[in-house]
């Protein structure tokens, strides 16, 4: 992925609540060949507890947690180093992308329902709202290419063809 200003940093945005954990470690970090993780949530970057154990399970791989806004600034500086942006939640990888967040591919791997909120199940890893749906639909319209891919070695499959699926 090439910028006016040269490299960019992100390879890939992936929306997964689960936020490290071994198919990221393990599989993602590899077949991407990333130098470093960011988590980027604003309620995991301020829990001093989540700070310390999400590097600990890195299991060696650089890593960052960062609210928003600092996530975003942090992947500016990172010249040429190729970085993988695990999102909490959906709302987490919109906002990263209207800050400006230089990423090509948002990959919907593991979005789980929350209590409380009308979700719809889209993959057996995937469940959204209409709201969200909406969100996805706008990160696509604006470019962005959103996929829905638990493994690497799973195809990726366009998620805005199984959003229309679904209804959504």
Known sequence: MQTEGGDVPVIQLRV???LIHGQVTLAWVGYLDVGRLVV???EVAADEFQRV?????ARGVSTAVLGIGDAVEYCRTRDAERVLVVARQAEDAFALVREG????????GN???EP???FH????SVAVTR????GFRALSDSGVTVVAQLMPTDKPTDFITLLDRKSL
């Open 16 to 18: 997964d609540n689960r």
């Open 40 to 42: 980027a949530n604003d």
């Open 53 to 57: 154990l999400l590097p600990q399970s």
């Open 101 to 108: 967040l230089p990423a090509a591919v948002v990959n919907v």
């Open 111 to 113: 979005a789980a329902p």
């Open 116 to 118: 409380g909120g009308d």
């Open 121 to 124: 199940r889209v993959t057996r």
């Open 131 to 134: 709201e969200q749906a909406a």
